[in-house]
C-alpha cells in the first residue's frame, strides 16, 4: 500500500499508521483533507457531532445515499462540525435488519447449512463488541433507541439512554462506526485523543486498528505522547496546508516541534526535559509545577491520572525518535500503597497525598501566614488550629471511607502480583488449576482481615501522629480550603501568591523583599521532595 502526501515527492509504502503532527495553526486540518482527498480515502473530522437523540428508521438504500452525502460535505466543507453519525447508524441498523431476514431464511431453508459469517458478524455487532470492551461494567444495546446498562456497585442495574452518555463513551460509539463502516484504502483521523483519557485513546485506537487490517490510518495529532504509542508508526511533520516533511524511519522528532506542538509558548526550541503530570490544563498541578520548574528547558505536561504519567515517561525514555529529550513525572499519593508509588522509575510520588497538600507543609503554611500579615507566634497558632480542624474532618463515615479507598487499592494491586507467576501451559487445565489455587497465605479470609486492620491502624496513626504522616495519607482536597481560610487567604490567592513567590527572579527581588521573602522560606522547605528545579 502507498499513501500520498502532499509535499513528499514518494508516496510512503507499507500499511502500518502515519501520523502527521504540529502545532496549532499550521494547517494540520486542511493537510489531512488533501490526504485524504489525493488518496480517495474517507476522513473523520476532529469537529465531530456525536449527538444521537434517535436513529431515524430509513432503508438502507435512503441512509447509504445520505452517509455519502455528509462524508463528502466533511472533506468539501472541512470547517463545519460533522454530522454523518444519525445517517451512518440509520445505515447500519438497515444492514443488520436486512441480514437478520437472511439469516433467518437460510436457517429456515436448510437448519444444517453453515450460515454465511457476514449474516452474523455485522457491523453493528462488531461496533457493540468494540465498545463494550472498552467501559467495563457497561453494556450498550443499539436499536432505533439505543440504551447503556451499567451495574452499580450495589449490583443495581442502572439504563440511561445513548443521548446521556459521557463525551468520551459517545466519542468511543462514533468512531467505533466510522472505522468497522470504512471501505476505503485510506482513513484519515483529525485530533484521534478527543475526549479521551490519554490510556484509553491508546488503547481504543490499537484496537480499532485491529478491527481494520485493510485500512491504513492516518493521524493528524498534536499529542506528542499518543503519536509515539503507535506502533511502527512513519512520523511527518505539518509545514503548511499542503506540504509535510517525512521523517525517515530511525530519525529524531526535532526539539523545536515537540517544544511547539506541547504549547509550550514560554518556552524556548531548546526545551530538553519533559515533566509529566496528573491533571487536566486547569487542574493545580499545572500552575505549581511550573512556577517551580520556571525553567526554559522544562516543560510541564499534564495527562490525566497517574498510570498515564507512567506511561508517557516510559513512552518518551524507550522511544528513541524523541532524541535529546529527558522525561520525568508527578503522582498524586492519593491512596495508593507505597510499593505501587515507588514503581516506576523517574516518576516521583508527591511528599504530600497529592499537590494540594504543599500549601498545608507547616513551614510553607507559616511562610504564606507571614507573608500575609502574622508574626510569628500568630502563624504557628493558625497552622495549629488548620491542623486540628483539618483532623477533625475525618471522624466516622469520612474516616472509614478512607480506610476502605486504601485496602481495595492494596488488594487491587496485591493480587495481581499474586497471579503474575502463572505462566502459560500447553494443557489447559494445568493453566486452570493453577490459577484457581491461588491464594494468599493464611487464605482469603485471613488475609482481607489482616490488610483491612493493617490500613486502619495505618490511617489512625496518621490522623493522630506527626503532620508529615497526616499530610501524606489524608487526602489534601478535602483541606486545602481549610488552609487558605485560617491564612486568611481566598483560594485562588493563595495558589497565585505561592506561584508568584516560585517564579521570582533574583533579577527582580529586590524591587518585592516581601515575595523574596516568602520565596526562600519555600524554596528550601519543597525542594526535598521535587525533581530539581531547572534542567542544565
Known amino acids: 500500500m502507498a499513501t500520498t502526501i502532499p509535499g513528499i515527492a514518494v508516496p510512503v509504502e507499507g500499511s502500518s499508521p502515519i501520523v502527521v503532527i504540529g502545532p496549532n495553526g499550521v494547517g494540520k486540518t486542511q493537510l489531512g483533507v488533501a490526504i485524504s482527498n489525493a488518496n480517495q480515502g474517507e476522513r473523520v473530522a476532529a469537529l ?130 466510522r472505522v468497522v463502516s470504512c471501505d476505503k484504502g485510506t482513513l484519515v483521523v483529525d485530533e484521534p485523543e478527543t475526549f479521551f483519557h490519554p490510556l484509553l485513546a491508546r488503547r481504543f485506537w490499537d484496537d480499532l486498528e485491529s478491527e481494520a487490517p485493510n485500512v491504513r490510518f492516518v493521524y493528524i495529532t498534536h499529542d506528542i505522547a499518543f503519536a509515539l504509542s503507535r506502533k511502527g508508526a512513519r512520523f511527518a511533520i505539518a509545514r503548511s496546508e499542503s506540504s509535510a516533511d517525512l521523517l525517515p524511519p530511525t530519525a529524531s522528532i526535532p526539539a523545536e516541534v515537540i517544544t511547539e506542538v506541547l504549547g509550550a509558548a514560554s518556552f524556548s526550541i531548546s526545551a530538553s526535559r519533559l515533566i509529566f503530570c496528573e491533571g487536566q490544563v486547569q487542574s493545580l498541578d499545572l500552575p505549581v509545577l511550573s512556577a517551580w520548574h520556571n525553567c526554559a528547558k522544562t516543560a510541564i505536561v499534564p495527562v490525566g491520572g497517574c498510570d498515564s504519567v507512567r506511561e508517557c515517561v516510559s513512552v518518551f525514555r524507550a522511544n528513541q525518535i524523541t532524541g535529546g529529550l529527558e522525561a520525568f513525572g508527578y503522582i498524586d499519593r492519593d491512596a495508593w500503597p507505597e510499593s505501587h508509588l515507588n514503581s516506576a522509575a523517574f516518576v516521583k510520588p508527591h511528599a504530600v497525598s497529592e499537590i494540594e497538600g504543599l500549601f498545608c ?32 474532618a475525618f471522624t466516622g463515615a469520612a474516616l472509614n471511607k478512607e480506610i476502605l479507598n486504601r485496602s481495595k487499592l492494596r488488594v487491587e494491586i496485591e493480587q495481581k502480583a499474586l497471579l503474575n507467576p502463572i505462566k502459560p501451559n500447553p494443557d489447559l487445565e494445568t493453566v486452570r488449576s493453577e490459577f484457581c489455587a491461588v491464594a494468599p497465605t493464611g487464605g482469603w479470609t485471613d488475609y482481607l482481615t489482616g490488610v483491612f486492620a493493617a490500613e486502619e491502624s495505618r490511617l489512625k496513626n496518621s490522623l493522630s501522629g506527626p503532620e508529615d504522616a497526616f499530610l501524606k495519607d489524608l487526602p489534601a482536597k478535602s483541606y486545602c480550603a481549610t488552609a487558605a481560610k485560617h491564612l486568611k487567604f481566598v483560594p485562588e490567592k493563595m495558589v497565585e501568591t505561592l506561584c508568584n513567590a516560585l517564579k521570582l527572579q533574583d533579577a527582580e527581588a529586590a524591587k518585592d523583599e516581601k515575595l523574596q521573602t516568602l520565596r526562600d522560606a519555600i524554596v528550601p522547605a519543597i525542594e526535598p521532595f521535587l525533581w530539581p528545579r531547572y534542567a542544565y
Do not use: C
Request: hydrophobic residues 40%; glycine residues 2%.
Open 48 to 177: 465531530r457531532n456525536v449527538e444521537i437523540p434517535d436513529i431515524p428508521m430509513q432503508t438502507f438504500q435512503q441512509a447509504s445515499q445520505q452517509v455519502k452525502s455528509a462524508l463528502a460535505d466533511v472533506l468539501n466543507q472541512y470547517w463545519r462540525q460533522s454530522y454523518e453519525l444519525q445517517h451512518l447508524m440509520a445505515e447500519i441498523l438497515a444492514e443488520d435488519r436486512e441480514r437478520a431476514v437472511l439469516y433467518r431464511y437460510e436457517r429456515e431453508n436448510d437448519p444444517t447449512a453453515k450460515v454465511d459469517e457476514s449474516l452474523t458478524n455485522t457491523r453493528l455487532t462488531r461496533i457493540v463488541r468494540i465498545w463494550n470492551r472498552h467501559f467495563p461494567g457497561r453494556t450498550i444495546k443499539v436499536d432505533y433507541q439505543p440504551m447503556v446498562e451499567r451495574i452499580k456497585p450495589d449490583g443495581a442495574v442502572a439504563k440511561y439512554s445513548i443521548a446521556r452518555m459521557s463525551e468520551g463513551e459517545r466519542t468511543a460509539f462514533y468512531l467505533a462506526a
Open 361 to 392: 507543609v507547616k513551614p510553607v503554611f507559616v511562610a504564606l501566614a507571614k507573608f500575609n500579615g502574622s508574626d510569628d507566634p500568630e502563624a504557628a497558632a493558625q497552622f495549629a488550629a488548620f491542623i486540628a480542624e483539618a483532623r477533625n
